[in-house]
């Protein structure tokens, strides 16, 4: 279990010494690592930074005593990278990958339920109001 977390920590160090904040600005990979430098790292980075965070938790987490740490090989995420599909770095199916399909914003969204429900509701009452007007000036609907 120990090794478990190997894959990602050289995944994080590799794009720690790709980062602009090591090769351009000339700090540490541990500084950058820091805040405020953080922050400025690329957002690949930053979810690196925090599964690998959560890989070493999970090291010491009872719940994953019986079936261990199951951290994401590298491979796993360069084939994300090449083939476009997004990526989640724990927790089963990706969070990005898949969904309702792209589109072009040109189509009309569906209606949320609650609209439909209320546009019924709509209806309704003015039916009813209809058939009490006229119920009230004595002609049938």
């Not at 589109?103 to 439909?116: F, I, K, L, N």
């Amino acid at each position: 279990m120990p090794s478990s977390c190997k894959e990602i920590r050289a995944a994080l160090a590799q794009c720690l010494q790709e980062s602009e904040c090591v090769m351009v600005q000339r700090h540490s990979a541990a500084d950058c690592l820091r805040p405020p430098l953080v922050d400025e790292l690329p957002t690949k980075c930053q979810q690196l930074k925090r599964g690998f965070g959560e890989c070493r938790r999970g090291m010491v987490d009872m719940r994953k005593r019986f079936r261990g740490n199951q951290p994401v090989t590298f491979r796993q995420l360069q084939d994300a990278d090449n083939t476009g599909d997004g990526y989640q770095l724990y927790a089963g199916k990706s969070a990005f990958a898949g969904g309702r399909g792209v589109t072009d914003g040109s189509g009309m969204a569906p209606p949320d339920w609650r609209e439909v429900e209320a546009e019924k509701e709509r209806a309704a009452t003015a039916a009813a109001a209809a058939a009490a007007a006229a119920a009230s000036k004595g002609t049938k609907p």
